[in-house]
């Protein structure tokens, strides 16, 4: 199985509003389950504790094998999300490991 876990900074400057498109993002993102086939479990969330060095949002996803990822990264759904993430974030890191 294949975790892929990513992190967001968002690039507004207010905390309030990055607060919010986090929440909208988790929530966009917990809702590719069961759409993406490939996909086997996501959690998503906004930063809960506002810690120097906090990023803004993640999330942590599960697939059978590589191309279960590959599957997720091209499907529509996930690039309709993507691109939300997309318009609002600064900075993305990921880790993809083997569990």
Request: glycine share 6%; net charge negative.
């Amino acid at each position: 199985m294949i975790r892929h876990v990513a992190a967001f900074a968002l690039a507004d400057s207010d905390p309030a509003v990055r607060t919010e498109q986090a929440a909208e993002a988790a929530r966009r993102l917990e809702a590719l389950v069961g759409v993406v086939p490939s996909l086997r479990s996501m959690s998503a969330g906004a930063n809960a504790l506002d810690l120097p060095g906090n990023w803004d949002l993640v999330l942590v996803a599960d697939f059978d094998d590589a191309a279960g990822l590959d599957a997720y990264q091209v499907h529509p759904a996930h690039e309709e999300v993507a691109a939300f993430i997309g318009g609002i974030r600064s900075d993305r890191v990921a880790v993809d490991f083997e569990v």
